[in-house]
């Protein structure tokens, strides 16, 4: 009994490759009864049961991919950084606007010319009884508006570019011939509300509203036929910073109309707006610059933009705007004001607290900084189809690359987002990219040409990556299309990828298991 307990001598066993009885666990030492597993394979039967041990760690591919990945999620931090050093330089380029606005003028927003009058009416309340009765007098102080019924503004504008170190903003200079009639002063006549009541009001102010006062070189009223002196301010409660002409207090009580006409210089920073305060408003605007930025409430009625500058003519009604109940009712004008200190409110307001305007800003449609920022947005997309391009090689030609051969890759393709910032402020975009990217594609394809075995196929790679960075200078110049575009782009190479790889038995890139996996009948049995 006790040798049918402990089974067959250890030479019965089969001795087969992979066997239980190979196994290291086979001579360990216990005072324990035998694994189940164990004694099914010492009973009287002929069946053996192969099986292997593998380690995850050991597995030459799950170890490829855990260092790709690794390297991947260096390179993305390196992005990263890059990303932050172009927000940087924004940032910068954003405070030497700044600058420039603090000690020039900042942008500007026409509100104008207008007439008003403060008025202020009192009257006499009784309270108490007997000799405790007593007169206290109420007041109302009120301000009388009146807008033009007919406004033109026919101006031009001549850039100037002014430079902080390495940045530069686009500052104008306002040349404008602005006409305003008005119908009738009736608006000026003060109404009482209390009968019996004392009206005083002050002398009509005739107003042009700026957005920065600073900004004001020149300006001469003519009122029919005679000059009048202007004055800094606006005495308005809420437009306060501008100029302004005292009128005679017989033009209240005039029937025949007025005429006024302004001649006005004026500096800003990168916009202009305009508030259309006549019962019909008609503003032509003409510069020497080719980008314009048309926005606001209302974009131009008409609008020629070329390479040598644009013109653009705005034509409006009093009854597709409020801006004369808004400027009256004093409310803020939003489009254009970002300087501080404006009497404009931000263009975070919400569009039921602004009054009406349109605007243009001379933008510049290169900026490096922002190319620079989109460019590096598809830094991601550069280095996934690149690493997928060396995977390529790697499988269908049967080579073995490193993964500091990827993670070196990776950084020169990194390394280009870096120089194309710093080589922009310096160079023209265009140059500035053509460079940077002819100098990675050349360390690339010589790089590649070692790291894959021959110039064959360093070459081809090279290619491919100029043909990316070409491709990617493209999206940056495409504004509407930019979208579909790179979309066709990445599809062809989602395309050509598996096309290349249609014959690849993906299963027998993982190594072969040592023995079966089922059951097997020992040879000897059979």
């Known amino acids: 009994q006790e040798k049918q307990r402990s089974g067959p001598p250890e030479a019965a066993l089969p001795q087969t490759a992979g066997s239980y009885a190979g196994h290291p666990l086979r001579h360990a030492r216990t005072s324990r009864s035998p694994h189940k597993l164990h004694r099914g394979l010492t009973r009287g039967n002929n069946t053996a049961f192969t099986f292997t041990v593998e380690e995850p760690l050991k597995n030459p591919l799950f170890n490829k991919l855990a260092a790709l990945a690794a390297i991947t999620l260096l390179l993305l931090f390196g992005l990263g950084l890059i990303e932050d050093v172009v927000r940087d330089r924004q940032r910068y380029r954003s405070m030497t606007a700044q600058g420039v606005a603090n000690s020039l003028a900042g942008p500007q927003t026409l509100v104008g010319p207008m007439i008003h009058s403060a008025c202020v009416e009192s009257w006499d309340v009784a ?8 007169a206290t007098e109420q007041r109302r102080e009120f301000l009388l508006t009146a807008m033009p019924e007919q406004l033109t503004l026919q101006s031009g504008a001549a850039m100037q570019e002014r430079a902080r170190g390495l940045h530069k903003v686009n500052t104008y200079n306002l ?10 002063l009736a608006s000026l006549q003060p109404q009482a509300t209390v009968k019996g009541s004392r009206m005083q009001c002050g002398a009509p102010i005739l107003m042009m509203a700026v957005g920065d006062a600073r900004g004001i070189r020149t300006a ?14 606006t005495f308005h409660p809420t437009y306060s910073r501008g100029l302004h002409a005292a009128l005679p207090e017989a033009v209240r009580d005039q029937t025949n109309g007025l005429s006024a006409t302004l001649e006005l210089e004026l500096v800003g920073t990168e916009r202009l707006a305009m508030v259309p305060l006549g019962g019909n408003t008609e503003v032509q605007m003409g510069s020497s610059w080719p980008h314009p930025s048309f926005a606001g409430r209302f974009l131009p009625s008409e609008r020629e933009v070329k390479a040598d500058g644009f013109n653009a003519r705005w ?22 004001a970002s300087t501080a200190g404006s009497d404009h409110a931000p263009a975070a307001t919400a569009e039921r ?11 510049d449609p290169v900026n490096p900084y922002t190319l620079s920022d989109r460019a590096t947005k598809y830094g991601v997309l550069f280095i ?15 080579l073995r690359v490193h993964p500091v051969q990827y993670l070196l890759v990776g950084s020169a393709l990194c390394s280009f987002f870096l120089l194309l910032v710093s080589l922009s402020e310096h160079l023209p975009f265009g140059v500035s990219y053509a460079i940077a990217a002819t100098a990675c594609v050349l360390l690339l394809a010589y790089y590649a040409s ?41 599809f062809m190479v989602l395309t050509a990828v598996m096309v290349l790889t249609r014959n690849v038995n993906w299963y027998g890139l993982a190594p072969a298991r040592a023995g079966a996996t089922h059951g097997t009948t020992h040879p000897e049995a059979a």
């Open 127 to 134: 309270t108490g009884q007997g000799e405790e009765r007593r």
């Open 175 to 184: 040349k404008a011939h602005i006409t305003a009639q008005w119908a009738s």
């Open 220 to 233: 001469q009223l003519t009122l029919g036929e005679q000059t009048l002196p202007l004055r800094p301010g």
């Open 315 to 336: 034509r409006l009604s009093a009854l597709a705007t409020t801006a004369q109940h808004d400027i009256a009712n004093g409310k803020k004008v939003c489009d254009a």
């Open 353 to 363: 607290d602004c009054a009406d305007s349109f605007s243009v800003a001379f933008i």
């Open 384 to 398: 996934a189809l690149t690493f997928v391009a060396v995977g390529l090689f790697e499988l269908m030609k049967k």
């Open 450 to 490: 070692h790291m894959l075995g021959s110039l064959a196929r360093g070459v081809p790679l090279g290619a491919g990556i100029a043909l990316l960075y070409g491709l990617l200078y493209v999206l940056l110049q495409l504004e509407q299309t930019a979208l579909v575009v790179g979309a066709i782009a990445l």
